[in-house]
């Protein structure tokens, strides 16, 4: 009897034992930005954003391809002028836009600690986005007062939007375990915005650093490692160029918006923050910093939070 409850114990722990041997291959997370998560006075330009995310492991691999990963993400995300009462187009130092999109992308992991990424999206800037109702809803849900004035949000546009990511690690064969910097460059070209980024981030670890092609930096990269922990800072300041951005100047087609301003070209950006992973479990916070983005005497830079939670499984 003692030799049959071994018999059934070992049959019970055997699924769990294997599970904790066996690779991640899928994850789901949400993302959520929002003013209010870096100061409680701001809520002005970019609100609110929402985005959720699945993500699987491909097959294929290589010498020099570590993994590959393949994203699905809907997303939406909230812009408003600086001021909550602006029925008046005066008032409106940014217009109200809203961009409901889904998207799909490939992650590319490689060998010599250089990743790129190709994503395409699809959606609509403008009524159709419900970025109106979404910011009612969110208002009405902790007793907040509606933003009046978005009778001048910029008309419906179509979104076809297409992002090329590139990164690589300076100094690859440096045994620094705490510390590493990567360049990091950025092409975005579509209906919605259109530009470059480039710049360098570091990571500075509370625990020794996980490689790029296995860290929770980017979306899908604890995907095909065992368990681990990983906790570290990062600081990445880039400078954008923004030849088009529909969510301000309005779709290159259709009706005019009532509300239609011009870019500054040259932006500075800045994110900060912090990442922790343990096991199947991920979660971030960021600061980010933006400077001023629309040529308007009253218009000025602006941050917000981030907020992310991801869960990894077979």
Known sequence: MRQLKLLF?????????????????????????????ASLKNDRYYTNGITLFYAYL??????????????????????????RLANAIKDNDRPF?????????????????TVYQGAVQIGYVGPNSYAEE????????????????WQNQIKNTFALQTQFRFSQKLFPNATATHFDVHFQG???????????????FARIGLKNLQPIAHSNFYSGGVLGIT???????????????????ATVQGGFFGTQSPVELDLIRWRWHTAVGIKYRYNHFNCQYTF???????????????YYGAIGLTYSFR
């Open 9 to 37: 114990l070992l049959l019970f722990v055997m699924p769990f034992l294997g599970f904790a041997q066996t690779f991640d291959r899928q994850q789901v997370g949400i993302e959520l930005d929002n003013d209010l998560y």
């Open 58 to 83: 491909n097959q294929k691999q290589s010498s020099t391809l570590l993994k590959k990963t393949t994203e699905f993400r809907l997303g939406q995300y909230i812009y408003t002028p600086r001021t």
């Open 97 to 113: 836009a809203g961009y409901l999109f889904g998207e799909v992308n490939q992650t590319f992991f490689m060998a010599n600690h």
């Open 134 to 149: 979404m910011q009612n809803g969110l208002h009405d849900a902790f007793s907040l007062r509606h933003v009046q004035g």
């Open 186 to 200: 950025q092409a975005t070209l579509g209906t919605v915005q259109t530009g470059l980024n480039s710049g360098f």
């Open 227 to 245: 368990n681990t922990e990983e906790l570290y800072f990062f600081i990445h300041p880039s400078l954008q160029y923004q030849a088009y951005d």
């Open 288 to 302: 980010f910093y933006r400077s001023k983005e629309v040529n308007h005497p009253v218009n000025i830079p602006y």
